[in-house]
């Protein structure tokens, strides 16, 4: 069964700081790899779909990155601003399990 | 565009009762899909519909029922409702399900806060 595995659970950086989350996961016979913010009391929004053929995504001053060989995709987060503070959820869409989704790292930007 | 809409926004449900939650969109999205969030378990998948008239079971099934019936409307229900089932219920939709179509990023409506007693 899949396994979907965020590190850190947490993480607290000053603005303006790059960062990077990451995201592992077990099988890699996926169809595609969706990372998303969720705010406190409110659902989630879609941030990047990676497919399971490409091996990168780029909005703005996100970059999300995939190799399913080793199982892991990572999250970049280019000069952090107080509104990036939130919830950041992966979620691996695979044929055997369904979607599994990572249990979040949940992100803090000092002002 | 409303995009996803979910009601109730909040309910208070006596254990034993029927409680059917709604989900409309107004994208024309074939897939559409019900999650459950909880403290220190996260977002499960409850139930799936790759397109109007079919529907899949996801992780946790049991409990509750989905159907079809068109391309907007997507409703969940609890038959005999039990306090595990006291959650944050999410209903999503995606222009296509997995599988390499394109169009499977999934939005998500603002949710279904249930307390069963």
């Known amino acids: 069964k899949q396994e979907v595995t965020q590190i850190p659970a947490a993480l607290s950086v000053p603005e303006g700081e790059n960062l990077v989350l990451n995201c592992s996961f077990t099988d890699s016979a996926i169809y595609n790899l969706q990372w998303f913010r969720q705010d406190p009391g409110k659902g989630l929004t879609s941030l990047l779909l990676?497919?399971?053929?490409?091996r990168e995504q780029t909005s703005g001053r996100l970059n999300a990155s995939l190799d399913k060989s080793s199982g892991r995709s990572t999250l970049y987060i280019a000069a952090s601003q107080p509104g990036d503070s939130a919830t950041y959820l992966c979620?691996?869409?695979?044929?055997?399990?369904?979607?599994?989704f990572g249990s979040g790292t949940r992100l803090s930007i000092r002002p | 565009i409303a995009g996803i809409t979910q009601a109730p926004t909040s309910q208070i449900l006596a254990a034993g009762r029927r409680m059917t939650l709604r989900c409309t969109q107004d994208?024309?999205?074939?897939?559409m899909y019900w999650y459950r969030q909880d403290l220190g378990l996260g977002l499960r998948l409850i139930h799936y519909?790759?397109?109007?008239?079919?529907?899949g079971k996801g992780e946790v099934p049991d409990g509750y029922s989905v159907s079809r019936a068109n391309t907007d409307d997507f409703p969940l229900t609890l038959a005999s409702a039990v306090p595990s089932q006291t959650s944050v219920y999410f209903c999503?939709?995606?222009?296509?399900?997995?599988?390499?179509?394109?169009?499977?990023?999934?939005?998500f409506g603002p949710g279904t806060r249930l307390l069963v007693l």
């Open positions: 979620a691996v869409w695979s044929s055997a399990s369904k979607i599994i």
């Open positions: 999503a939709s995606s222009d296509h399900p997995p599988g390499g179509q394109g169009g499977e990023t999934q939005y």
């Open positions: 990676i497919q399971s053929s490409q």
């Open positions: 519909s790759n397109t109007a008239g079919t529907t």
């Open positions: 994208m024309r999205h074939n897939a």
